[in-house]
């Protein structure tokens, strides 16, 4: 059982260039997420889709667009990368964001921005 | 302030020792409490996940719940090498039909020595 899976896991880019993360989970949750972590700041919401066919913005949107291709799927992009975007990038994944269930999480992307 | 307060250690202790991790928050709302621990390089994976106020014992985990203090703990007994990780402590407000949304501590690492 894979739970969720994040691809790729490492990444270096210039500035200036593009990039999507992908994010796939197979717990047939509704609603997923795309968090940043960055030392000191703990775990910050970029986007989530609370089911099929909608996405809203959490804390940190900017610079980043989300696609919830379908239910299992939902990719991250950075359309024109910038150094404050190094991070690692974590997906998550939950019954539904209108309940209270935990949310359970992928391995995560490393992002460098150079 | 931050809704959510945890010290960020590094916290060492001995194997065999009962570790006490916490957390302090300000928002009421929250009646939802988590704890999650994570590896070096890898994603955060649930513990313990707890509602309302006292304890919940899994092995030799237990998750404490204290609403009138705004405080919750994580307590570890005989500690082991493999507990060294940093622990996230999470909270999610009570449900106002709205997405609900996790509101995570910085985390504590923790190092168990031989």
């Known amino acids: 059982n894979a739970g969720v899976t994040q691809t790729p896991k490492f990444q270096v880019l210039k500035t200036g260039q593009s990039m999507t993360l992908q994010c796939a989970q197979d717990m047939n949750h509704n609603s997923m997420y795309w968090y940043r972590q960055d030392p000191g700041m703990g775990l910050r919401l970029i986007y989530y889709?609370?089911?099929?066919?909608?996405?809203d913005k959490g804390e940190v949107p900017n610079g980043y667009n989300v696609s919830r291709l379908n239910k299992r799927e939902f990719s991250l992009r950075l359309e024109s990368a910038a150094p404050s975007q190094t991070s690692v990038y974590f997906c998550a994944s939950s019954v539904s964001a209108y309940s209270n269930q935990p949310q359970h999480f992928g391995d995560g992307t490393r992002l460098s921005i150079l | 302030q931050k809704e959510v307060e945890q010290d960020p250690g590094p916290l060492s202790v001995p194997e065999g020792a009962i570790v006490s991790l916490n957390c302090t928050y300000s928002?009421?709302?929250?009646?939802?409490f988590m704890w999650y621990r994570q590896y070096s390089r890898k994603g955060p994976e649930l513990l313990m996940y707890?509602?309302?106020?006292g304890n919940k014992e899994d092995g030799r985990f237990t998750a404490q719940v204290d609403k009138s203090s705004k405080y919750i703990s994580l307590f570890i007994r005989d500690s082991q090498p493999s507990d060294s990780a940093t622990y996230l402590c999470a909270m999610i407000p009570v449900n106002t039909g709205t997405a609900s949304k996790l509101t995570f501590g910085t985390g504590t690492r923790l190092q168990v020595t031989l």
């Open positions: 889709s609370a089911s099929e066919g909608t996405t």
């Open positions: 928002n009421s709302a929250f009646q939802y």
């Open positions: 707890t509602y309302s106020s």
